[in-house]
């Protein structure tokens, strides 16, 4: 079957250069390379596009019949009345698999509690650790599923998904697998990372757990393939560089690679430390110097903001996201989906950046695209992009401009989302 998007608004292609490479510094402010105007319509076959070009050729060539049928001889017309199409959105930090409920913790932030003091009076990660450990799998799949379903309303067709509320083998583990069901089960395209070391349980020393990530988790992991990469909570108060160093190497001796939580709350030197180990990405980076920042950009290790948890833990949204463009440094932005930041919208993301950062929305959504499918897919099937010959990832918006898939907080701006040329989302929006 063929899908023929006719009378296509703006087109956010955003396909220039390798598009297997991130984007950053002036290439980010180049719209004419980046954005096909309005007129254009898009030939879809199977699961990729086969033709971007203006749309009276492709009627043309390939439906002459239209407007008189919509659909003839396998071949399918929908017409988007000048709506935009942009790439869809790929989520590369969330926290997909919990249970439990942490709503109490926003009064107790209110009242003057850190971060630090909610965890060490029971709160935080421990908490949830607590609740997923004792909740039925099937359970856990079924929320899971929910929240995908609330990202693909959202635009997203590609999410990276971590551990880390398990913390002993039998519960990660469990995460994992709920993780592969998950993905079987929707339409979104889901990637494993293993976040044994998010926290260290109350019930042996760190230096046992520690021993028991390198020697009993991380062998079982890579023995049931259940994760692409490794994550560590590299912070003050967590893991230090030196155990994460331990960490990331041991996993490297198993065919894993690595994308860190680093320099959320303090400047701890992590993002250079990202750099050093190879990392694909340095993730938060609020805090990190700017040595580390270049070191990572040298290193291609790319930073990913998320700045829907500062907003949600009520701390100024401080990211130095404009100087990222003036220097060249390549850049993502992802939800931080969890317990305590349950955003799955990466529009929302988006809106944070144009309404409280002053970036420029086609900047922010290369930032939601390509940049974050760079660091999620490797050298297979480039993602984040729409290019002849690539895969149909898309979302049809609202309005005529590619703009506007920021400018909607609250709701969703994607009237239509296709993965691999599938439609499995439509909105009545606006």
Known sequence: ??????????????????DQYPLSGRHLMERENLVHSDG???LIEGARIEKIRPMGEIIDEYAPWYPAQTESNGTKVIDLNGMSVVPGFVDCHTHLVWSG?????????LSGNSYKDISNSGGGILRTVHETRSCPQRKLVEAGIRRVESAQNN????????SGYGLDVESEVKILECVSLIDRSTYCEIKPTWLG???????ISKDEYIEQLISDQLPVISELSLAKWVDVFCEEGWYTNEQTEEIVNAAKSYGLGSRLHVDEFVDSGGLALAAELGS?????VACSNIDSRIKAAEAGTVQTFLPGTPYVLGKKIDLPIRQCIEE?????IATDFNPNCPITSLPMIGSILSHRLGVDPIVGLIAATRNPASTMFDN???RGVLSEGGLADLNVLWSSSADSWCQTPGSTPVSITMKNGDIVNSNIVY
């Open 40 to 42: 254009m319509g898009i």
């Open 280 to 284: 694909e990405s340095g993730d938060h």
């Open 380 to 382: 297979e099937e480039v």
């Open 197 to 203: 070391a998010h926290d260290f349980p109350r019930e």
């Open 155 to 162: 635009g997203t067709t590609s999410l990276e998904a971590k």
């Open 1 to 18: 079957m063929a899908t023929i998007l006719f009378n296509c608004g703006e087109i956010a292609h955003l396909s220039t250069g390798d």
């Open 328 to 332: 060249d440094w390549p850049f993502s």
């Open 101 to 109: 409920d942490r709503s109490n913790e926003l009064s107790m932030r």
